[in-house]
């Protein structure tokens, strides 16, 4: 539903009213209701329209003062368009059965805006520029979608859909503003488009279906976001979002969940992700920028697989991966910034690329195919692998100076060796620790450089050690 087609249509409107009777009663119902006010009133303008069956239509108006609307159709082909200016509005709007659609517009001061429709063609726009907003739709069921268009103040938007063909995008501008969305049923969308300001909190929850929800084009500090999805196709999606101290807060149950990340540039900045079961993805592949930022991923079960690359200094990243065909990826960039990846079962593989100084980083694979992969040039940095059943292989291509690598393998296929060549250590003053306990052991370690120091324990089983120091 376009905002302008509504307001040409108000237009008409009135230009009738001001030519003739404005009120048609009947089958045909329409109401047209224009007021303005000024000239040393002392209240003005109230309007209140009830229409009970079939094709109703109401368009109010209304200008100055302390604006009062309301409109309730019953039934049919419902539609409702309520225009305010200035000063105390105050508009709902409630519709009932059939073919409804709202618009709503005003302009200044203690705004307070509804609109509520229960079946069948639901849709709603809501346009509010500045003072007290809050706005509330509740749609019930089928084609529903709501749309609203905040400018500025202490905007709120509450949206609740129930079934069928949901959508709500928010759109903010400034201020204190918060999207509060709960869909439950079908193909439900909740987002936050363009959303530029302070202060947003947006809170989404979804339970069953085709479930999306999103922040588009964020600018702005101390937001937060929190995102709940229960059922089926989930998907969250973080898009062009810059600030610092925000904090994104996804959780995700069943069925197809993913979860996108493109990219989020800000410093402080905390993003959780909590993944339980089926298709888990993670993509966060055009990264994670800025200083002092911390991303937690959790994903329980199914086809998880998590890639975040990040960029920035002091940075926290931990990525834990319970059961079946876990793969990890991160590309860590900067300095002084700590990693954790581990995996609890099934077909692990880690895969870490670091450039910088003085990070930590930690890999941990419990049981089944593992294999770790640590790529990059840096200096200062610990790198510790830990290995425990099953087919484990360690590849490790690293150069720097002063980086110290440990890896303790436990039991069954032990490697430490590229696929084609002997995995390569490279830089000054470097130490190598590698322990194997039990099975199929293999090292195959080049490490070039001066002052290094390399340290090989294998017990039991195959051993073989190849060294090579430059």
């Known amino acids: 539903m376009k905002t302008t087609a509504h307001k040409s249509m108000l237009a008409l409107a009135i230009g009738l009213a001001i ?19 000024v000239a040393g009133v002392a ?11 079939t094709l109703n239509l109401a368009l109010v108006g209304q200008q100055g003062e302390l604006n009062t609307t309301s409109i309730s159709q019953n039934g049919e082909w419902h539609e409702a368009s309520a225009e305010t200016e200035g000063q105390n ?14 618009q709503i517009q005003a302009q200044g001061d203690n705004n307070q805006l509804s609109s509520s429709q229960a079946g069948f ?4 726009a809501v346009a509010v520029s500045g003072d007290n907003n809050q706005v509330n739709l509740a749609q019930q069921g089928e084609e529903n979608e709501a749309t609203a268009d905040i400018a500025g103040s202490d905007n709120q938007l509450r949206a609740s859909q129930t ?33 530029t300001g302070n202060n947003n909190l947006a809170d989404v929850e979804q339970e069953g279906n085709a479930n999306v929800g999103g922040i588009v084009g964020l600018t702005g500090s101390q937001n937060e976001f929190f995102i709940q999805q229960d059922g089926n196709l989930n998907t969250f999606i973080a898009r062009d979002v810059s600030g610092d ?9 069943g069925d197809d969940n993913q979860f996108l990340l493109q990219p989020f540039t800000g410093d402080d900045n905390v993003v959780f992700i909590q993944q339980e079961g089926n298709s888990n993805r993670i993509e966060a592949a055009a990264g994670l920028v800025g200083n002092d930022n911390v991303v937690d991923v959790y994903q329980r079960g199914d086809e998880n697989s998590a890639t975040i690359a990040t960029g920035g200094d002091s940075l926290e990243v931990e990525i834990i991966q319970r059961g079946d065909n876990n793969q990890a990826g991160l590309n860590l960039q900067g300095n002084g910034s700590a990693a954790s990846l581990t995996s609890r079962g099934d077909e692990n593989l880690a895969v870490v690329d670091v450039t910088g100084a003085d990070n930590s980083i930690e890999l941990k694979q419990n049981g089944n195919s593992n294999e770790a992969v640590v790529t990059g040039e ?33 039991g069954d296929g032990n490697w430490i060796s590229g696929d084609t060549a002997p995995a390569s250590v490279g830089g000054s003053g470097g130490v190598v620790d590698v322990t194997q306990t039990g099975n199929d052991n293999l090292v195959n370690l080049s490490q070039a450089g ?11 089983d195959f051993n073989v050690a190849s060294v090579s120091q430059n």
């Open 19 to 37: 030519a003739g009777p404005a009120v048609a009663a009947g089958d045909g119902n329409e109401v047209i209701i224009v007021q303005s006010s």
């Open 43 to 53: 209240e003005g303008n109230t309007a209140t329209v009830a229409q009970t069956g």
């Open 89 to 102: 509005n105050n508009v709902a709007v409630q519709q009932q059965d059939d073919w409804h659609l709202v």
């Open 121 to 124: 063609f639901n849709q709603a």
């Open 163 to 195: 079934g069928d063909r949901n959508w709500v995008n928010g759109t903010f501008s400034g201020d204190g503003n918060q999207l509060t969305a709960s869909q439950t049923g079908n193909i439900q969308e909740a987002g936050l488009i363009n959303a």
């Open 245 to 253: 101290n925000n904090l994104v807060d996804v959780y995700q149950q």
């Open 378 to 410: 840096t200096a200062g940095t610990v790198v510790d692998i830990q290995q425990n059943g099953d087919l484990n292989l360690v590849d490790l291509l690293v150069s720097g100076q002063q980086n110290e690598l440990t890896v303790l393998q436990r």
């Open 450 to 460: 001066s002052g290094n120091v390399l340290t090989v324990v294998q017990t039991g």
